[in-house]
């Protein structure tokens, strides 16, 4: 059975840092690309960023860039999202989601229980 | 960026109806278009990709349709647990983005 679970969140300060873990489980996590996607409280999904089966390639939404890095180890079949300058629009829970096949282009089959993150003094 | 545009933004209907929800892209995205189930307090679920595919284990009363810009997902006849709020997104470009969802409500 394929499981995603997240942990890593909590109550961050504006300016801070934050790393969030994704532990999978049940299929050959190394074969697959890896994302996070996000959700205000009580609004839409917003995709945040995808990894490369082997880390070589990643993408970012731009609200993110230069301030997020998403990682992976495929030794210890884990998903990371590193945080930092984190900003009060930021505040959302953070799914880990396993993309659908092998190919370039592919939506989400499996997703994690999510983790909440909120910024805020 | 690809806008997700979907219609209407909530809906209201019985058990045993048919409803019918609009996705539209504001470029072309061929087939690239996935649906998306979500209830409260729990994460989506993949219903139907490259717009028309059934995801394993979905059942055949969910169905999608369209290429380049306009898509739709039909229910045919509406059970209890149909009733939670349904996203597209396309995965054709970077940044991958969503609809801003579509609430499905009891009448």
């Known amino acids: 059975e394929v499981q995603l679970v997240e942990s890593g969140g909590g109550l961050v300060q504006p300016g801070g840092s934050l790393r969030l873990s994704c532990a999978a489980s049940?299929?050959?996590?190394?074969?697959?690309?890896m994302s996070w996607v996000r959700q205000a409280p009580g609004k839409g999904l917003e995709w945040v960023a995808n990894?490369?089966?082997?880390?070589?390639?990643?993408y970012y939404v731009d609200s993110v860039k230069g301030r997020f890095t998403i990682s992976r180890d495929n030794a210890k079949n884990s998903l990371y999202l590193q945080m930092n300058s984190l900003r009060a629009e930021d505040t959302a829970v953070y799914y880990c989601?396993?993309?659908?096949?092998?190919?370039?282009?592919?939506?989400?089959?499996?997703w994690g229980q999510g983790t909440l993150v909120t910024v805020s003094s | 960026a690809i806008r997700m545009t979907q219609s209407p933004s909530s809906l209201s209907a019985s058990t045993g109806d048919r409803v019918t929800i609009t996705c539209r892209a504001s470029?072309?995205?061929?087939?690239?278009l996935a649906w998306y189930q979500q209830k409260p307090g729990k994460a989506p679920k993949l219903l139907i990709y490259?717009?028309?595919t059934l995801q394993s284990g979905v059942p055949s009363r969910f169905s999608g349709s369209g290429s380049g810009t306009d898509f739709t997902l039909t229910i045919s006849c509406l059970q209890s647990e149909d009733f939670a709020t349904y996203y597209c997104?396309?995965?054709?470009?970077?940044?991958?983005?969503f609809g801003q969802g579509t609430k499905l409500e009891i009448k």
């Open positions: 997104q396309q995965y054709y470009s970077y940044p991958r983005s």
């Open positions: 049940g299929f050959t996590f190394s074969s697959y690309w």
């Open positions: 490259a717009a028309s």
């Open positions: 990894i490369k089966q082997d880390g070589s390639e990643k």
């Open positions: 470029q072309g995205i061929s087939s690239y």
């Open positions: 989601a396993r993309r659908l096949g092998r190919g370039v282009r592919a939506p989400f089959d499996y």
